[in-house]
């Protein structure tokens, strides 16, 4: 029996209505800049990379002052120190304090031809007696092998507040064979990256605790030797009811345009300083949560788009364990990936949150956000609806592959693309296994909390 059209044109006015919210949003990708996520509003770039240059700058006073190998830590953490400088630098060159800090960062290295290379004339009228009378005895360290002691205790408070200030003025005192002085000058910058090392601290403790839980898991599973197979016959419930791919591309079209239109509307409204991630990452919930809201009316699926909460706490352990398993091979392969295209430190999309003022209220607005809600939203669009709807009628691979690539293309990361497409894939086998959102949230989840407590330890006020 043939069902009537009854209601064809209510479909064909839908059609007709998501067809036009394309077309403005295609408009307003080629004439227009705010698209969600997009790099060109990170703010404060170069406060944000010399930012990190200080902290590694302060990681290797820490780790020498411990006696655990100079010469390691040299290579390591005064190299990342310099690219972060450098990158600093590049972003603006008219930076002062960047270009200072690159010059002295590479005269610590014994590059002391490139040092001096940096060094630019400076208008002597605009700076202060005392503060030119600094920067005339470092560049006496900069460019001489044999700096005079007077030079170094004249700048010794202004370079200390400096990155790598406290580095040149032990250079210089070695490079007059007074070695105590120059060892006494680390211990003094190392004691005051104390708060530094606080957070190094707990990030370690966060970052080992969510990939023990992968390891700890494997082997578990290894003694164990045990698979749970479905009972034959017994049927595997639909990710979701009444959803295919019409809703799924409706659910994008959406999110595409109302995060535009969003945007707009925050970036005319003054948030202050401490309302600054609030207002980053606002549209893009707000309108992931309009394009949800329209899937569930029209849909009015009895699965709640996936959060399926039985079993919840298997659900979670699975998907923190697939966190744990997958964190470091991803954020290797965004790191590679990153320098090889020469990209900045700061591309992350994360990045720009932590330039907030750096109050409690501020970080646990962040945490929360990118955190927890901020998954949460993604998980039910990208995987309850795109990657379900898709699934309606591709194969797991196919609506995996094209709702991964949708999820890595969201955040607008040339050098994160790769590694956002794996995570998508990732996600999308944890719904696909668990029959519920609630394991990929919790991957993903794991996953932002991971880079959290690694980006504000990098990226965090030196003395907070």
């Given at each position: ?452 407590a690694m980006l504000m330890t990098l990226f965090g006020s030196f003395g907070s």
């Amino acid at each position: 029996m043939e069902s009537t059209p009854q209601t064809d044109w209510k479909s064909g006015l839908r059609t007709a209505a998501f067809a036009v919210l394309g077309a403005a949003i295609l408009v307003s990708i080629v004439v227009g800049p705010d698209v969600p996520f997009a790099e060109e509003r990170i703010p404060a770039e170069t406060s944000l990379l010399m930012r990190g240059g200080d902290n590694f700058m302060g990681a290797y006073y820490i780790v020498v002052d411990a006696g655990l190998g100079e010469d390691r830590a040299e290579s390591l953490f005064l190299e990342h120190a310099h690219r972060f400088y450098r990158a600093a630098m590049d972003a603006e060159p008219d930076d002062f304090h960047a270009r200072l800090s690159t010059m002295f960062v590479l005269r610590g290295l014994g590059m002391n031809k490139e040092a001096a290379d940096l060094v630019t004339p400076w208008r002597r009228g605009q700076f202060s007696g005392s503060e030119r009378k600094a920067l005339g005895a470092a560049y006496a360290m900069v460019v001489s092998q044999h700096p005079a002691p007077s030079a170094m205790e004249t700048a010794h408070d202004y370079l200390f507040e400096m990155g790598p200030g406290p580095l040149l003025i032990a250079t210089a005192y070695r490079d007059i064979d007074d070695e105590a002085r120059a060892q006494e000058t680390l211990a003094e910058a190392a004691a005051r990256s104390e708060p530094l090392l606080r957070r190094l601290i707990i990030a370690t403790v966060v970052n080992a605790l969510i990939v023990l839980s992968g390891v700890v898991w494997v082997v578990w599973r290894v003694l164990r030797r045990k698979s749970r197979a479905r009972p034959e016959g017994e049927a595997e419930a639909p990710l979701t009811m009444s959803l295919g791919p019409r809703e799924a591309v409706e659910a994008l079209i959406l999110w595409a345009f109302f995060s535009t239109a969003f945007a707009q509307v925050v970036s005319a409204v003054s948030w202050g300083e401490e309302g600054f991630a609030l207002a980053l990452l606002s549209p893009s919930l707000l309108a992931a949560i309009v394009a949800i809201g329209w899937v569930w009316l029209v849909t009015r699926p009895g699965s709640a788009l996936g959060w399926r909460l039985s079993s919840l706490g298997g659900n979670a352990v699975l998907g923190v364990v697939a966190a744990g398993l997958s964190v470091i091979p991803v954020l290797l392969l965004y790191s590679f990936l990153l320098e090889l295209r020469g990209g900045s430190p700061a591309e992350n999309p994360l990045v720009r949150l932590l330039t907030v003022p750096d109050s409690l209220l501020a970080r646990a607005g962040i945490v929360i956000g990118v955190g927890l809600v901020g998954p949460a939203v993604e998980e039910m669009l990208f995987r309850g609806i795109v990657f379900a709807g898709l699934r309606s009628r591709w194969s797991f691979w196919a609506a995996a592959g094209g709702s991964a690539a949708l999820f890595a293309f969201a955040h607008l990361s040339l050098a994160g693309f790769a590694s956002l497409f794996l995570l998508g894939l990732l996600f999308a086998y944890l719904f696909e296994r668990s029959r519920s959102l609630v394991a990929p949230w919790a991957a993903h989840a794991a996953f932002n909390i991971f880079n959290l407590a690694m980006l504000m330890t990098l990226f965090g006020s030196f003395g907070s």
